[in-house]
C-alpha cells in the first residue's frame, strides 16, 4: 500500500526541524493542503496510529491535531471509518472564540519578549502550568 502523500509532506515539514510542536505541524499542513486542493473534501486521511508511526510521534499528538482540525470544521471523523476532509464552516462563536485565543496567544507572546523570555522559556512556563 503506498503511503499516504500527506505523510510524506508532514515528515519532511517534522525532518526540517523548525521548532514547532508535531501538533501543530499536522493541523497547519493538513489546513493548507484543503486549501491548496492536495487534499479533497471527503478524502481519508491516515489513522493517528498510521500517522503517528511514520512520522515517529506518539499517536496522541495526532490525535490531538485531528481534533482540533474537528473543532475547526476541517476534518470529521466517523467511528469505524476513520477521519475524513469535511470543510464545514464553524459556528460563529466558534470563530470568535478562536479569534480571542489568537489574540491572547500574540498579547501573551509579546509580554513575555518584552519580559527578556524567548519562545521556549515561555513554552516551558506553559508546560509547567499545565501540570500544576
Known sequence: M???PLTQRLAARLAEGGGEPATTVIIDDIWLAVVDGSLDV?????TARELAVVLRISPRAVEHAYQELE???VV???PGEG??????????AELSRRRELA???RETVE?????GFDL???WEALAEHRGA
Open 111 to 115: 509580554r513575555a519578549r518584552a519580559l
Open 2 to 4: 503506498e503511503p499516504h
Open 103 to 105: 489574540a491572547l496567544c
Open 71 to 73: 473543532r475547526r470544521g
Open 120 to 122: 521556549d522559556e515561555l
Open 83 to 92: 477521519t475524513f476532509v469535511s470543510l464545514t464552516r464553524p459556528s460563529e
Open 76 to 78: 470529521a471523523t466517523r
Open 42 to 46: 471527503g478524502e481519508r486521511l491516515p
